[in-house]
């Protein structure tokens, strides 16, 4: 096995590790077994578990970014909330080990190339996009990030959510969160009002 083998190899069993165990659980004596060397190919690899895991959770946050953003330059927006709850749901059905990583060990990475980052990123986006839309419709674009929090959180929490149910499948799960949003915001009132109190 060449020296970039060994090392996809051990970034693909330390992410199912990491996975199954979190990341105070895993161990580095766990990977090395798994991959049948020893601890010290490990370190030559990546310093330690933290280097290791930094990899991990770096090549995750790549490929997830990669997926949802695509959607995001679609100019058409019902198709943007479509194909983003879409790309999100098959992250999760395709590479359900790195989204557990991104999910529930967040507290260990940096700030940078979290989860939470990335769904700052995206709240960015939608926000910017939704601005533009309130202005055409007469509403209050000042709003927009609130609607943003709103819309990703949403698609987010369902995401983890279906993570362990798998059922619906993600394309009636992403019909019923796009039935959601997307009608949500075709009537939203100018200035809403709670009707109790």
């Known amino acids: 096995m060449t020296g970039t083998q060994r090392r996809q190899q ?3 069993i330390a992410r199912s590790v990491f996975a199954e165990r979190g990341y105070d659980a895993a161990s580095i004596e766990e990977i090395a077994q798994r991959a049948q060397v020893s601890k010290p190919v490990v370190y030559e690899h990546f310093g330690g578990k933290e280097g290791l895991y930094a990899v991990v959770v770096d090549r995750e946050m790549s490929t997830l970014l990669e997926m949802i953003s695509a959607p995001l330059t679609s100019t058409r927006s019902r198709l943007r909330v479509e194909q983003v709850a879409l790309a999100l749901l098959t992250y999760v059905e395709e590479r359900t080990d790195g989204f557990r990583i991104l999910v529930r060990d967040q507290r260990v990475a940096a700030s940078e190339g979290t989860y939470s980052s990335l769904l700052n990123e995206a709240i960015g986006q939608v926000s910017h996009i939704l601005a ?4 055409r419709r007469g509403l209050d674009p000042d709003l927009a990030p609130l609607y ?7 698609v987010s929490t369902t995401a983890t959510w279906w993570l362990d149910e798998r059922a619906p499948s993600k394309e009636i799960v992403a019909a019923h969160l796009v039935n959601l949003c997307w009608n949500g915001l075709t009537n939203l009132e100018s200035n809403p009002q709670l009707r109790s109190g």
């Not at 533009?132 to 202005?135: K, R, T």
């Not at 943003?148 to 949403?154: E, F, I, R, S, T």
């Open 132 to 135: 533009g839309d309130f202005a």
């Open 10 to 12: 051990l970034i693909e």
């Open 148 to 154: 943003a929090q709103a819309l990703v959180g949403m």
